[in-house]
């Protein structure tokens, strides 16, 4: 294999190794999440960000997830921001890619107090106008994507902490029957959609779950269409609920389905290999109450990349919330969501370091590289990152690093002060080298 990956020949082998750059996975054998999920009757899904999904972000949110949630796109905010003037060019996008990668799509969210667009929070309104702009814009939008949709989460976030309404645009003008209203006006727009309430911190058995179930019982009593509670999970490490599988039972029991619908497990920053266990723990503690229970529909995590959650910006100082860390490697929480859905793991999951090769900035005849080398649950004291140019790139200049290249191989050792990569911790160095006619990536080798 060595000798062959000198050879100028192997282009496009080579391009498409770099593929697999950015994702170092020790599963590459292993089955990829959706598939094990799908095999246990269970969706796993991911909030995503239309526009980053290409190149590595894309690969992995349509290879492992068989569902989808667009973080923001679908939101009243980001669909009508002008009043009648309509923006669904990201929503329409996350359809297209789900509907390209045989993925469902849950709409989020209909009605809530946050992210709506400011002429309709600063107006003044009746409440049979605003009625009428809750009927008209649930029309609308179910409307629009109507029979493609798997679920819709129609009402987000009613209630406070202690179980009362939350105080809302809605609720304090339309009363609580704000939530029927919504419900209907949206199964009359997609009889095939699961309607469901969505909310967090209703994960256990506690005052604000009581009220959602006492809301659902009483929706269901009245012939109100729910189909189904979204249980957010935005946890803490350490901290899963002990009675989330009795809760989702008893959601079950009522006769509606239940999804965890945006789970992420924020943990204090920097992560190490103790909190990364926990943290994997506590994963496959979420994953494993879901799977117990028939009627739980799946499991939805809230970004699958550190790169992209929403944690760091609202909670600074923690963060690594996610299964893949912030360079797409899969974290133990990754390896532990997919051993609670029936699959191996090879290696175990005890932790890696990986390199992540990227083009900074090109030009006509030349071109400057990085490689980020990040250690999760592993540490280094020296290393090499080693590749083979597939194009006849040639280095000509690094920092960081003492980089050889002989023929297409490229060796790169580190600097006397850059050896160390502790847990959790990263290195960069960088270099400027020449290419012409195409500049593919290559997989990058650590040793
Ligand atoms: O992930 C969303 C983030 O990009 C937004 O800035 C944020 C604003 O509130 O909303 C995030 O998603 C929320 C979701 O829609 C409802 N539950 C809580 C989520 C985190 O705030």
């Not at 100028?8 to 190794?17: A, D, E, N, P, R």
């Not at 020790?26 to 526009?51: E, H, Q």
């Not at 349509?62 to 905010?77: D, E, H, R, V």
């Not at 090109?362 to 990085?370: A, E, I, K, L, N």
Request: proline residues 5%; charged residues 15%.
């Amino acid at each position: 294999m060595r000798s062959l990956r000198t050879g100028l020949s192997l282009v496009s082998l080579l391009s498409g190794l770099a593929l697999l750059v950015p994702a170092p996975t020790a599963s590459a054998a292993d089955a990829p999440l959706r598939d094990l999920a799908a095999a246990k009757g269970k969706v796993m899904g991911t909030a995503v960000t239309g526009s980053k999904l290409t190149g590595t972000y894309g690969d992995l949110a349509g290879a492992q997830f068989n569902s989808l949630t667009p973080g923001n796109a679908m939101k009243w905010g980001s669909v009508e921001p002008t009043r009648g003037s309509y923006n669904w060019a990201e929503a329409d996008q996350i359809l297209n890619f789900a509907e390209a990668h045989g993925q469902q799509v849950r709409g989020h969210t209909l009605v809530w107090h946050s992210q709506n667009p400011s002429w309709l929070t600063n107006g003044t309104w009746t409440a049979a106008q605003l009625g009428q702009l809750m009927n008209d814009h649930i029309a609308l939008e179910v409307g629009r994507y109507k029979g493609r949709l798997a679920a819709w989460d129609v009402v987000n976030e009613p209630f406070n902490e202690d179980g009362t309404y939350r105080q809302t645009l809605w609720y304090n003008g339309l009363g609580t029957g704000y939530i029927a209203q919504a419900l209907t006006a949206a199964r009359a727009a997609d009889p095939a959609a699961r309607l469901y309430i969505n909310d967090y911190n209703v994960e256990g058995v506690n005052a604000k779950s009581t009220a959602l179930y006492n809301l659902v019982k009483s929706l269901k009593e009245q012939g109100v269409p729910i189909d189904g509670v979204g249980l957010q999970a935005h946890l803490i490490v350490g901290q899963v609920p002990a009675t989330l599988q009795q809760n989702i039972q008893r959601f079950a029991d009522l006769g509606v389905d239940v999804a965890i619908t945006e789970l992420d497990i924020r943990m204090t920053l920097p992560s190490d290999s103790t909190k990364l266990a926990q943290q994997a723990a506590d994963y496959k503690a979420v994953m494993n109450a879901c799977v117990a229970v028939a009627r739980c529909a799946g499991v939805t995590v809230w970004g699958f990349t550190d790169s992209d959650s929403w944690i760091p910006s609202t909670f600074p100082g923690q963060g690594a919330a996610t299964p893949y860390d912030e360079n797409y490697a899969p974290k133990p929480a990754y390896y532990a969501i997919a051993e609670a859905l029936g699959g191996t793991t090879t290696p175990p999951p005890t932790g890696a370091c990986t390199a992540a090769y990227s083009v900074t900035s090109q030009w006509d005849t030349g071109f400057t590289g990085q490689v980020k080398i990040s250690c999760s649950g592993a540490a280094l004291s020296s290393w090499k990152a080693d590749w083979t140019y597939g194009a006849g790139q040639r280095i000509t200049q690094a920092w960081n690093a003492t980089c050889t290249q002989s023929g297409a191989a490229v060796s790169c050792a580190n600097a006397a002060y850059n050896g160390t990569v502790p847990d959790g911790g990263s290195v960069t160095f960088g270099f400027n080298a020449s290419w012409s006619g195409s500049n593919p990536v290559p997989a990058v080798t650590l040793e």
